[in-house]
């Protein structure tokens, strides 16, 4: 039986590539099924601000008339041009556990980048390294996380055996609430008596402002991290958006030292938890549950997920060197208010050996490997 694969242009055609993980995941109790609205937006050139910088292309692999597999390749004008090469990507990818499938996914997203001037690939990506990124290779405890990948095992072998090899990893780290150990806590405190200080908790009323003091915060002091893409103005006013319906206040901070943006942590509640009933549908019922349980804030989340925590180079130095610290604390203390027992620190990079050990000298334990892999064109 042979594998034919197509691009994915029809509406018809994207439904099916959206809804392919449904038959793929049927028996995976831990999996959580994607708002299909959400992930056909995001596929959507008029509605994803990535492809204001970016183009790409969708590749269905059918058998006998049936979807077998799924890939994107696409293209990161600001990756390139940051860092001046010529990087392509592959994303979405999802695969019956058959290796001439995946061969032949994998080889007709290379031939697209190819042509559009690649002489390298990177992934998977879900379009950027600020979204969903990376195989889960290594699973050691916690539930599937909001904006992190999740993926049967094989998905590894598959990959490997079309040539790819390790890239980089990016650990998750795992977080109990609990007590915050001593010496954290006396460096915060000490950190937060440093004058012209003040931290803040995001405001939701004011959603895109502060997300644009996130986006100065983020693109400082992830300016010299591997795979670092810019965030763009267009980016920060659809996550405005996005943050506004899920945020909670107590799991947010802004830093600023004599009125100007130094330091922030970003975490959200675990929106898997609230959706994993819905089947990705919200109508006729989902979308009210959604609004319900989320929006008027009636549902009790268990985990969150620790999405940024970082702090202008500048405001490194002397006590502020500390405000990390102090950072980790806040979020501490604000899963404590609103009953979070647990979640997900992360990713970071596993070469970062300063933030790694921070988030070990605060309790975190490793729990997940996510693999981005690399193969040259």
């Given at each position: 039986?042979?594998?034919?694969?197509?691009?994915?242009?029809?509406?018809?055609?994207?439904?099916?590539?959206?809804?392919?993980?449904?038959?793929?995941?049927?028996?995976?109790?831990?999996?959580?099924?994607?708002?299909?609205?959400?992930?056909?937006?995001?596929?959507?050139?008029?509605?994803?601000?990535?492809?204001?910088?970016?183009?790409?292309?969708?590749?269905?692999?059918?058998?006998?008339?049936?979807?077998?597999?799924?890939?994107?390749?696409?293209?990161?004008?600001?990756?390139?041009?940051?860092?001046?090469?010529?990087?392509?990507?592959?994303?979405?990818?999802?695969?019956?556990?058959?290796?001439?499938?995946?061969?032949?996914?994998?080889?007709?997203?290379?031939?697209?980048?190819?042509?559009?001037?690649?002489?390298?690939?990177?992934?998977?990506?879900?379009?950027?390294?600020?979204?969903?990124?990376?195989?889960?290779?290594?699973?050691?405890?916690?539930?599937?996380?909001?904006?992190?990948?999740?993926?049967?095992?094989?998905?590894?072998?598959?990959?490997?055996?079309?040539?790819?090899?390790?890239?980089?990893?990016?650990f998750g780290w795992a977080y109990?609430?609990?007590?915050?150990?001593?010496?954290?806590?006396?460096?915060a405190g000490a950190v937060e008596?440093?004058?012209?200080?003040?931290?803040?908790?995001?405001?939701?009323?004011?959603?895109?402002?502060?997300?644009?003091?996130?986006?100065?915060?983020?693109?400082?002091?992830?300016?010299?991290?591997?795979?670092?893409?810019?965030?763009?103005?267009?980016?920060?006013?659809?996550?405005?958006?996005?943050?506004?319906?899920?945020?909670?206040?107590?799991?947010?901070?802004?830093?600023?030292?004599?009125?100007?943006?130094?330091?922030?942590?970003?975490?959200?509640?675990?929106?898997?938890?609230?959706?994993?009933?819905?089947?990705?549908?919200?109508?006729?019922?989902?979308?009210?549950?959604?609004?319900?349980?989320?929006?008027?804030?009636?549902?009790?989340?268990?985990?969150?997920?620790?999405?940024?925590?970082?702090?202008?180079?500048?405001?490194?130095?002397?006590?502020?060197?500390?405000?990390?610290?102090?950072?980790?604390?806040?979020?501490?203390?604000?899963?404590?208010?609103?009953?979070?027992?647990?979640?997900?620190?992360?990713?970071?990079?596993?070469?970062?050996?300063?933030?790694?050990?921070?988030?070990?000298?605060?309790?975190?334990?490793?729990?997940?490997?996510?693999?981005?892999?690399?193969?040259?064109?």
């Amino acid at each position: 039986m042979s594998v034919v694969v197509r691009q994915a242009e029809s509406k018809a055609d994207r439904k099916k590539f959206v809804l392919l993980p449904w038959k793929l995941y049927r028996n995976d109790p831990r999996w959580v099924p994607p708002l299909v609205m959400d992930r056909l937006e995001t596929l959507d050139e008029k509605k994803n601000p990535f492809f204001e910088h970016g183009r790409a292309a969708l590749f269905l692999a059918e058998r006998d008339g049936e979807v077998v597999g799924r890939i994107t390749a696409h293209s990161n004008t600001l990756h390139n041009e940051y860092h001046k090469d010529k990087t392509g990507f592959f994303g979405f990818f999802e695969c019956v556990d058959d290796e001439t499938v995946a061969r032949a996914l994998l080889e007709r997203a290379e031939d697209w980048l190819r042509q559009q001037g690649h002489d390298r690939v990177l992934g998977p990506e879900n379009f950027s390294v600020n979204e969903e990124v990376g195989l889960l290779v290594e699973d050691k405890e916690g539930p599937p996380m909001i904006m992190c990948t999740y993926n049967p095992p094989y998905y590894a072998r598959l990959i490997e055996t079309g040539g790819y090899e390790k890239a980089k990893d990016l650990f998750g780290w795992a977080y109990q609430v609990g007590d915050v150990p001593d010496a954290p806590r006396q460096i915060a405190g000490a950190v937060e008596k440093h004058p012209g200080l003040v931290v803040r908790q995001a405001d939701p009323k004011h959603m895109e402002r502060d997300v644009r003091i996130v986006r100065d915060i983020f693109n400082s002091a992830w300016s010299r991290n591997w795979g670092f893409v810019p965030w763009t103005e267009a980016e920060v006013k659809h996550s405005a958006k996005m943050m506004k319906m899920i945020i909670v206040p107590e799991l947010t901070a802004i830093a600023e030292v004599d009125g100007q943006p130094a330091g922030m942590m970003l975490a959200f509640p675990n929106l898997l938890e609230a959706i994993k009933d819905l089947n990705g549908r919200l109508f006729p019922t989902g979308m009210l549950k959604l609004v319900w349980r989320v929006m008027l804030g009636r549902y009790k989340f268990q985990a969150a997920r620790l999405f940024l925590l970082g702090v202008k180079p500048e405001f490194r130095g002397s006590v502020l060197g500390g405000l990390s610290v102090l950072l980790y604390v806040k979020a501490h203390e604000g899963a404590l208010k609103v009953g979070i027992k647990g979640g997900e620190l992360g990713w970071t990079l596993e070469d970062n050996e300063k933030i790694n050990q921070g988030i070990q000298f605060m309790g975190g334990r490793l729990a997940k490997i996510y693999r981005v892999y690399g193969k040259d064109l």
